[in-house]
């Protein structure tokens, strides 16, 4: 597969894996102030959104929009495991 078709949803998915964190990591740190934990989430989707944003303009010259947004919609599912590792641990 050529690097055009790939490098898009590689970006994609380690975009999902910033957004897991900027949504549900702050759920670790429970006795931080929730202003720090909003600052701090707001921090973290903005990598989200510097690997987001390259990849929808690189993935539009060789995917649909509707094919883009299907695949952002099913990353969650492959990059779970990755995030899940640093965000969710056993109690």
Same mark, same amino acid.
């Given at each position: 597969?050529?690097?055009?078709?790939?490098?898009?949803?590689?970006?994609?998915?380690?975009?999902?894996?910033?957004?897991?964190?900027?949504?549900?990591?702050?759920?670790?740190?429970?006795?931080?102030?929730? &202003?720090?934990?909003?600052?701090?989430?707001? %921090?973290?989707?903005?990598?989200?959104? *510097?690997?987001?944003? +390259? #990849?929808? /303009?690189?993935?539009?010259? &060789?995917?649909?929009?509707?094919?883009?947004? %299907?695949?952002?919609?099913?990353?969650? *599912?492959?990059?779970? +495991? #990755?995030? /899940?590792?640093?965000?969710?641990?056993?109690?």
């Amino acid at each position: 597969m050529p690097l055009d078709r790939i490098l898009p949803i590689a970006l994609l998915l380690g975009s999902n894996v910033f957004m897991t964190f900027a949504w549900y990591g702050h759920l670790k740190y429970k006795s931080t102030p929730l &202003v720090v934990a909003i600052f701090a989430s707001w %921090g973290i989707a903005f990598f989200e959104y *510097c690997l987001m944003v +390259p #990849a929808n /303009r690189m993935g539009s010259s &060789v995917y649909s929009a509707p094919q883009l947004k %299907g695949c952002r919609r099913s990353s969650p *599912c492959w990059s779970s +495991p #990755a995030s /899940r590792r640093g965000t969710w641990t056993s109690r």
